[in-house]
């Protein structure tokens, strides 16, 4: 059995504020630098799981529901969701904050996949995520749901052989 490294362990936060040079013509946040700064948190906290240096394998699922303003207070955390072999899938959630009540609202969030490698570039084995809390399990359960579903449209997955999807379907 693998070691173990239980998920809130990998957590990686991270506070901006949005300046005029992240913003388009509207005065909201690039996408593209918020993407940036999801990358760079969310490869921390792949890095913390695994003591190792990791490459961005894949963004999936990045959902920008509410656009952010300039000058707005922007935190993001991240957590290893689940590792497999080599490759591990990070949550990342993107909150604004409220300046004047401190409320905060989550406005954003993806899921990114890392790879761990060694000194030459190639994939090492990873210790396993061990779930904690409710969210840690459901997104932790999520994740093979989501890896098998990446395999089959890449095609390295036969769709018969997704068992976690099958059983979605099966319910």
Partial sequence: MRKQVKAKDTLAVSTKIVLPNDTNTLDNLFGGSLLSWMDEISAISAQR?????????SVNNVSFDKPIHLGDTVTIEAKVSRAFKSSMEVYVDVYVEDQRTGLRTKCNEAMFMFVAVDQMGSPIEIPEVAPETDEELLRYEGAMRRRELSLVLAGKLK?????????????
Avoid: S, Y
């Fill in 49 to 57: 799981h695994c003591k190792r240096v990791v490459v961005t394998a």
């Fill in 159 to 171: 769709p018969n052989e997704a068992d976690e999807l099958k059983r979605v379907f099966e319910d």
